[in-house]
T-cell receptor, first 114, second 114 residues
Framework: AQSVTQLDSQVPVFEEAPVELRCNYS??????LFWYVQYPNQGLQLLLK??????LVKGINGFEAEFNKSQTSFHLRKPSVHISDTAEYFC????????????FGSGTQLTVLP | EAQVTQNPRYLITVTGKKLTVTCSQN?????MSWYRQDPGLGLRQIYY?????VTDKGDVPEGYKVSRKEKRNFPLILESPSPNQTSLYFC???WGQGGQETQYFGPGTRLLVL
């Protein structure tokens, strides 16, 4: 069975500063990796996903993530955050060939301060 | 507009009173899921469905039932709700089971069981 660990439950950062949200996963088979964002009182929206190929994945709103197989990590980064990036971010994993859908991490609340 | 809708969005009920949360998608997706979101635990899958009349348990199925009689609808049924089922519930759908399939989430249903 796969699992996902988001190492930080809360990340405060000042506007225009860079941010990294950390995600580690465990699985005995190959995986697909996702980052979702949840704005206040809304459902989840896909930010980006890694399926195969280049380990650097670019998503919406200027976010990117890097898949590191040796460290089983998929950290999310943005070089300069905005107030509007304040939201909860979820890392998720799906094992290839599985009918089960996503396994989510516990979430990281990103708060961007003026 | 492609979307997943859930009703009701907010519900307060009492222990033991049967309730149904509806979920409908207009994208002709085969796969649908129910998740519950609790603070510090992220999203956990309750049930999923691979197609009409095909459903299976997720990680936390106890106390819930589902049915998939039509492709577009996937209702979640709580036969005898208990306070530990107080949570935020999300329905999601996708084209297929492959990892490349993006899941689309509904806006959520906030349930309080007294």
């Amino acid at each position: 069975a796969q699992s996902v660990t988001q190492l930080d439950s809360q990340v405060p950062v000042f506007e225009e500063a860079p941010v990294e949200l950390r995600c580690n996963y465990s699985s005995s088979v190959s995986v697909y990796l996702f980052w979702y964002v949840q704005y206040p009182n809304q459902g989840l929206q896909l930010l980006l996903k890694y399926l195969s190929g280049s380990t650097l994945v670019k998503g919406i709103n200027g976010f990117e993530a890097e898949f590191n197989k040796s460290q089983t990590s998929f950290h999310l980064r943005k070089p300069s955050v905005h107030i509007s990036d304040t939201a909860e971010y979820f890392c998720a994993v799906k094992t290839s060939g599985s009918a089960r859908q996503l396994t989510f991490g516990s979430g990281t609340q990103l708060t961007v301060l003026p | 507009e492609a979307q997943v809708t859930q009703n009701p969005r907010y519900l307060i009920t009492v222990t033991g009173k049967k309730l149904t949360v509806t979920c409908s998608q207009n994208m002709n997706h085969e796969y649908m899921s129910w998740y519950r979101q609790d603070p510090g635990l992220g999203l956990r899958q309750i049930y999923y469905s691979m197609n009409v009349e095909v459903t299976d348990k997720g990680d936390v199925p106890e106390g819930y039932k589902v049915s998939r009689k039509e492709k577009r609808n996937f209702p979640l049924i709580l036969e005898s709700p208990s306070p530990n089922q107080t949570s935020l519930y999300f329905c999601a759908s996708s084209w297929g089971q492959g990892g490349q399939e993006t899941q689309y989430f509904g806006p959520g249903t906030r349930l309080l069981v007294l």
